[in-house]
């Protein structure tokens, strides 16, 4: 694959943050969640459920495009936050501020390194749920695409649930340290 549009470092990058904080070892935990939610709830789809989203295609679709086009921000934003913090890392070694240089959380820019690699990897399972669930619609695909559409939705939730988690983690840091 093309260097320019090979997409396993941003999956790489993810997992990777799978990581339990006091081992620094890969968590089994974290993984099998994010791997075993989606098979099981496409395995759910087809068996006792039988999901059809015949129908409801372009209200899914509407959905994960704005998903899709909030996570991009996110990642936007993120990025400029690690760029502002670079920068004020950079200063505060030639300025007073190097004085207080012990009450700022120093695993902060990990924190948000690690952000910024879940929130772009949101964007590619989103970008990639909404490019599957238009080829669905589009070309009348059979049933269990459908249910790839909802593997692919339980695992952006997952993928979210873990962003929100580190961005409260990384408000919390910020909050608690004294003015």
Not at 75 to 99: H, Y
Not at 147 to 161: E, N
């Amino acid at each position: 694959m093309s260097r320019k549009i090979n997409i396993a470092p941003l999956v790489t990058a993810h997992f990777k943050t799978l990581r339990n904080n006091r081992t620094g070892k890969l968590s089994k935990w974290d993984v099998s969640i994010h791997l075993l939610v989606p098979v099981f709830t496409l395995i759910t789809c087809a068996w006792p459920l039988r999901v059809d989203l015949e129908g409801k295609y372009s209200n899914i679709l509407a959905a994960l495009a704005i998903i899709f086009g909030f996570a991009f921000a996110a990642v936007i934003f993120i990025f400029q936050l690690r760029m502002q913090m670079a920068e004020l890392q950079i200063s505060s070694k030639k300025s007073p501020v190097a004085e207080i240089a012990p009450q700022i959380d120093t695993s902060a820019p990990i924190l948000v390194n690690e952000l910024f690699s879940n929130c772009l990897y949101a964007v590619l399972i989103s970008g990639i749920a909404v490019l599957w669930t238009g080829v669905v619609d589009g070309i009348n695909l059979p049933v269990w695409c459908d249910y790839l559409i909802v593997a692919l939705i339980s695992h952006l939730v997952v993928v979210l649930m873990m962003c929100f988690k580190r961005i409260n983690a990384a408000f919390s840091r910020i909050a608690s340290l004294k003015r």
